[in-house]
Every structure is written in structure tokens, then in C-alpha cells.
């Protein structure tokens, strides 16, 4: 990640929230996790060029070894809804 104190930030932020609404509110669950996602996807689009998407398949495969309903062969039938989103960023995500 380019921003070495975006993470701080975003601690100091939530801290805030935190303080305001208190850690169990809805504000604090919501803020924390559109955070999260967008940190992410920060590092991973300005973090020498890797792929979200090729991430989660690497993982699921290198989970599938133990978890085997994350195989490529039993993923879709265990997962169907997982494997349409997938399906469709590899689509949208293929330009």
C-alpha cells in the first residue's frame, strides 16, 4: 500500500465513531466495515498490481486441501451463490 498511514487514519476515525456511538452500534459495525472493504481494495489495486479476484481463488484452492467442498468440482454445488459472483467479476473484471 503507497499510504503508510492510511491504516492509523482509519483507526483514529473509528475511534471516534467508537466514542460517539459505542462499539456495538450500527454505525461502528457499518463504518468498520466499509473500511475494511475499501482498504482492500485500495492495497490491491495500488499494491504492485495484483488481482483481488486471483487472490480468492488462490486462497480457495490452497484452503480446498483441507476443506474439501472448496474444490473446483464441489464448490458450485456447496456454494452456489459464492460461485455466481465469481463467475460474473470474471466477466465484468476481464477488460
Same mark, same amino acid.
Given at each position: 500500500?503507497?499510504?503508510?498511514? &492510511?491504516?492509523? *487514519?482509519?483507526?483514529? $476515525? @473509528?475511534?471516534?465513531?467508537?466514542?460517539?456511538?459505542?462499539?456495538? /452500534?450500527?454505525?461502528?459495525?457499518?463504518?468498520?466495515?466499509?473500511?475494511?472493504?475499501?482498504?482492500?481494495?485500495?492495497?490491491?489495486?495500488?499494491?504492485?498490481?495484483?488481482? &483481488?479476484?486471483? *487472490?480468492?481463488?488462490? $486462497? @480457495?484452492?490452497?484452503?480446498?486441501?483441507?476443506?474439501?467442498?472448496? /474444490?473446483?468440482?464441489?464448490?458450485?454445488?456447496?456454494?452456489?451463490?459464492?460461485?455466481?459472483?465469481?463467475?460474473?467479476?470474471?466477466?465484468?473484471?476481464?477488460?
Amino acid at each position: 500500500m503507497k499510504n503508510k498511514h &492510511l491504516k492509523q *487514519e482509519i483507526n483514529r $476515525l @473509528l475511534t471516534s465513531v467508537m466514542q460517539t456511538f459505542g462499539k456495538d /452500534s450500527r454505525e461502528y459495525r457499518d463504518a468498520e466495515y466499509y473500511f475494511d472493504v475499501l482498504e482492500t481494495v485500495y492495497h490491491y489495486n495500488y499494491s504492485d498490481g495484483l488481482d &483481488l479476484l486471483d *487472490e480468492l481463488k488462490n $486462497l @480457495l484452492g490452497k484452503l480446498s486441501d483441507r476443506i474439501p467442498e472448496l /474444490s473446483s468440482n464441489m464448490f458450485t454445488q456447496c456454494y452456489p451463490n459464492i460461485s455466481e459472483m465469481i463467475k460474473c467479476l470474471e466477466e465484468w473484471l476481464s477488460d
